[in-house]
């Protein structure tokens, strides 16, 4: 088998099933990839899965034009930064079934508290209009679990004027500020702005 350096970037394995999990990440844990996980979460259709793809420089996650689709954990090598990247399926979209939730929460659960080797939790919002309820409830989440959280705020091209980029800027740097996020563990992207995406690149090479 070839060692994981030699290994080109791309996708892994998918998981969907929580029973799944302690044996794959104390064993033979993604086909032999032992680097520190990237975790991606955010609500459905926020951006991950096209942000995961533009970090990456590869189209290796699925881009869905159907939100609340993902319903596993997909995982990726992201050779360039020798990190392991996790695509989360998104939450909080209204009409996935209570079920289908429940299903979600312990997926999310079982991963956090099964894989300590979660280096950083990329948490996405929507430029315009996160962070919601939801998007709030996951952060004290991952702020209970003791995890390292980044907040990504996508689809920045949206915001139209300089004015209303001002105004969001300032009320999400105040709400994450009561949270315990610092400014500079902050960002604005776009998957149309590449200079966004080098900002995020960067402190990973
Ligand atoms: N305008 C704009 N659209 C974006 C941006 N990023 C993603 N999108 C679009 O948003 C939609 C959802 O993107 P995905 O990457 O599939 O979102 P996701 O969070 O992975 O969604 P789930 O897998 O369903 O949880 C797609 O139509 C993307 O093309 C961005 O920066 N700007
Ligand atoms: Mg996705």
């Known amino acids: 088998?070839?060692?994981?350096?030699?290994?080109?970037?791309?996708?892994?394995?998918?998981?969907?099933?929580?029973?799944?999990?302690?044996?794959?990440?104390?064993?033979?844990?993604?086909?032999?990839?032992?680097?520190?996980?990237?975790?991606f979460v955010g609500r459905s259709n926020v951006g991950k899965s096209s942000l995961i793809n533009c970090l990456m420089k590869e189209r290796v996650a699925r881009v869905s034009a159907t939100p609340g689709k993902t319903r596993a954990i997909h995982f990726f090598l992201w050779k360039e930064a020798d990190r392991i990247i996790a695509d989360l399926p998104g939450y909080g979209f209204a009409k996935v079934a209570k079920e289908d939730k429940r299903e979600w929460s312990k997926l999310l659960d079982s991963y956090f508290s099964a894989d300590d080797h979660v280096e950083l939790v990329m948490m996405l919002f929507d430029s315009r209009h996160g962070p919601t309820e939801a998007d709030l409830e996951a952060l004290d989440y991952f702020i209970s679990k003791k995890k390292t959280v980044q907040?990504?705020?996508?689809?920045?091209?949206?915001?139209?004027?300089?004015?209303?980029?001002?105004?969001?800027?300032?009320?999400?740097?105040?709400?994450?500020?009561?949270?315990?996020?610092?400014?500079?563990?902050?960002?604005?992207?776009?998957?149309?702005?590449q200079k966004s995406l080098e900002w995020l690149r960067r402190p990973f090479l």
Request: hydrophobic content about 35%; proline content about 5%; some cysteine.
């Open 151 to 193: 907040v990504i705020m996508t689809k920045f091209d949206q915001l139209k004027t300089q004015s209303e980029r001002h105004h969001r800027k300032q009320d999400v740097q105040k709400i994450l500020a009561e949270y315990g996020i610092p400014p500079e563990h902050l960002y604005w992207v776009s998957t149309k702005d």
């Open 1 to 39: 088998m070839l060692k994981c350096r030699e290994m080109t970037s791309g996708y892994i394995i998918t998981l969907a099933d929580p029973a799944q999990l302690p044996k794959l990440i104390q064993g033979k844990f993604l086909n032999g990839h032992h680097q520190a996980r990237i975790a």
